[in-house]
């Protein structure tokens, strides 16, 4: 098993920054990718960024590129997710997920392990 636990979110206004952790622990692997979704109230998980392990360039969702960056400590076992230029759309509950395969999948169906989310909040 595999286990996450996110970082970092909190109350922020619009325009600012936060920097969001995922420290993974127990059966870690050297292959395989991480990913960060997000939720807001009545909405579908959605998308946000994915990195491999092994490197390579990342994958972005269109309402994120530009302004968020995904990377990764392989020595930590922890993904970052920088989020600059900060929106009120972008205020949700964050997940950081992972994979065994490296392929940089995008649907939640396809990552196996969840941490428990943490919350973003954006004020206008």
């Known amino acids: 098993q595999v286990q996450l636990v996110e970082s970092g979110g909190g109350l922020v206004q619009a325009g600012g920054s936060l920097r969001l952790s995922c420290a993974a622990s127990?059966?870690?692997?050297?292959?395989?990718?991480q990913g960060w979704f997000r939720q807001a109230p009545g909405k579908e998980r959605e998308f946000i960024a994915a990195?491999?392990?092994?490197?390579?360039?990342?994958n972005y969702a269109d309402s994120v590129k530009g302004r968020f960056t995904i990377s990764r400590d392989n020595a930590k076992n922890t993904v970052y997710l920088q989020m600059n230029s900060l929106k009120f759309e972008d205020t949700a509950v964050y997940y950081c997920a992972a994979r065994r395969l490296s392929r940089l999948a995008t649907m939640t169906s396809e990552y196996d392990y969840w941490g428990q989310g943490t919350q973003v909040t954006v004020s206008s």
């Open positions: 990195i491999r392990w092994s490197g390579g360039n990342p």
């Open positions: 127990g059966r870690t692997f050297s292959s395989g990718a």
